[in-house]
């Protein structure tokens, strides 16, 4: 009798543990949730991030089309933070297989998608040297075009998810414009009409508005010399952020 008590107890210890387990990932996750950073090169995702993690890049930005999908944490004095994944904007192939990463093989919580009003800053192809023109039409085009790939791998994991996911749009750059930056944010928003804000209306029809929370923030990372956005409206925009990503996640 004891012996068949002893051997009942031992086949419990596995399942115990994997509960166990479980519950601390689950805590984890809730304190740490995952944020998937997205957008085209230049839109300035490393320095969003950068402010946002309150902690440099080790070793100076990643070249342009870096294979190397930045993962970075926000730890504050709560024990309470953010675990950032930045999806390379350039290379294709390192890029699909990163975004594939974050929405599919072990998907997010949340995503900042970061866009900058067409002013995005032209880089260099490998190998080549001088300035690069940026023409601000043909960034705009552009920047549609790498919204469109990254909506329909969002849309696909919200309808998965046995929880809601959240979507920040983030402009950032707003000290390029920033007498217009009302205006551009709306232009980046569900409803307004615009070739952005049409496909957001498409993704929230896809994922449906249950499933899928979206807002659209400006945000400021570097100041441009001259800039009349100053730093302590600068920090005020990613206070705001920081506030919205909090709320979402169930920090406050």
């Known amino acids: 009798m004891g012996d ?5 107890g031992l086949r419990a210890v596995p399942a115990a543990i994997g509960r166990g387990r479980d519950r601390v990932v689950g805590v984890f996750g809730h304190r740490y949730p995952i944020v998937a950073v997205t957008g085209m090169t230049g839109v300035g995702k490393s320095e969003l991030v950068d402010h946002l993690s309150g902690r440099p890049r080790r070793g100076g930005a990643p070249d342009a089309g870096s294979a190397v999908m930045e993962r970075r944490t926000r730890r ?14 350039e290379n294709a192939a390192t890029r ?4 594939d990463e974050v929405f599919h093989d072990a998907p997010v919580d949340g ?9 995005a800053t032209g880089r260099r192809l490998a190998g080549t040297t001088g300035a690069v023109e940026a023409i601000r039409e043909e960034q705009l085009e552009r920047e549609l075009e790498d919204w469109t790939v990254t909506a329909h791998r969002i849309a696909s ?24 930056v009302d205006d551009v944010v709306r232009s980046y928003s569900p409803g307004s009409g615009t070739p952005f804000g049409d496909r957001l209306d498409d993704l ?3 994922a449906g508005g249950a499933k899928l929370s979206i807002d659209v923030l400006p945000a400021c990372s570097l ?17 705001a952020l920081e506030a919205r990503m909090a709320q979402l996640s169930g920090h406050v």
Do not use: C, Q
């Open 111 to 119: 995503v900042l998608h970061v866009v900058a009003n067409g002013y």
């Open 223 to 239: 100041l441009e010399k001259g800039s009349v956005v100053t730093a302590k409206r600068r920090d005020a925009y990613l206070e």
């Open 157 to 180: 994991m919200a309808v998965r998810r046995p929880h809601p996911t959240w979507l920040i749009v983030v402009v950032t750059k707003v000290d390029l414009y920033a007498a217009d």
């Open 204 to 206: 929230r029809a896809l």
């Open 76 to 89: 504050d004095r709560r024990l309470r933070g953010f675990r950032f994944r930045v999806v390379p904007g």
């Open 4 to 8: 068949g008590r002893r051997r009942t």
């Open 96 to 99: 699909l297989g990163a975004l």
